[in-house]
């Protein structure tokens, strides 16, 4: 044991600096690490991969869908007071009147999106537009299928906020713009593949002019009653557009302008 020299200063070891106040995204982060339900963590790829599982009883089949709905954090993207709900098939709250949609309605529209010509044949969405960016989920699925994915968000906050939940995904090939949507996004048009996360009376001119020929467009659009909507699908081919309407959903509404 060696022995204490007279007169020498004692060794005190480094002590970790305390951070009273973590930045805001961190601590959500850490909250959102809690233990759900399940016996598995919000983290763990068992507690996506359960979701998705669900997903494929309830019809969803592509494989490139089905990879990508398992890859990305849910949780990260809602309230961490919701964090317990993240992987339930259900809308959930985020700010300003608009929702983070059901993970159903996610896969089943990006999986109609990858049955287009230009999709089926490259295996990918290519130059994709998303119309409401919202807490950023949906481009974070969308970006695992894209070569480059441009979102439009009218409302500031969410802007901001997908902003800061995309972040510490580093998922590079998404751009954030902040824009009216009604109008596209014509620097970068045009697109393989469109997505709306609101709906209209009818799909804006806009969107169709910037569709790719082989390109495929999903939108919540109100049926011929006005009573509810309906999911379209689009495509344009060297003759012109084509239409087929599918199962009846339910979006917040389209708004044009800025917030």
Request: proline share 7%.
């Amino acid at each position: 044991m060696a022995t204490p020299v007279a007169g020498a200063i004692p060794r005190v070891e480094p002590r970790p600096v305390l951070r009273p106040q973590q930045p805001l995204q961190q601590a959500a982060l850490d909250s959102a690490r809690r233990v759900a339900p399940s016996g598995l963590g919000l983290d763990s790829a068992g507690i996506r991969k359960r979701m998705v599982d669900r997903l494929v009883a309830a019809g969803l089949r592509d494989e490139l869908v089905k990879d990508a709905m398992s890859q990305v954090p849910r949780h990260v993207f809602v309230d961490t007071a919701l964090v317990n709900q993240a992987y339930e098939d259900t809308s959930l709250p985020i700010g300003l009147g608009q929702t983070i949609s059901k993970p159903s309605v996610v896969a089943r529209m990006i999986e109609l999106l990858m049955a287009g010509a230009n999709a089926r044949t490259k295996r990918s969405l290519g130059q994709a537009l998303e119309i409401g960016t919202g807490c950023g989920y949906q481009a974070a699925v969308l970006a695992r299928l894209s070569r480059q994915v441009m979102s439009i968000e009218r409302l500031r906050p969410l802007h901001d906020k997908a902003r800061e939940n995309l972040a510490p995904l580093r998922q590079m090939n998404i751009r954030l713009v902040y824009g009216d949507g009604m109008r596209g996004h014509p620097p970068n048009a045009p697109y393989d593949s469109i997505i709306s996360a609101a709906g209209g009376e009818a799909l804006p001119d806009a969107w169709l002019a910037q569709l790719a020929v082989g390109g495929r467009l999903v939108a919540p659009v109100h049926d011929a009653s006005g009573a509810r909507q309906v999911l379209v699908v689009v495509d344009r081919t060297d003759e012109g557009f084509t239409r087929s309407v599918h199962e009846a959903v339910h979006f917040v509404p389209l708004k044009s302008g800025l917030d």
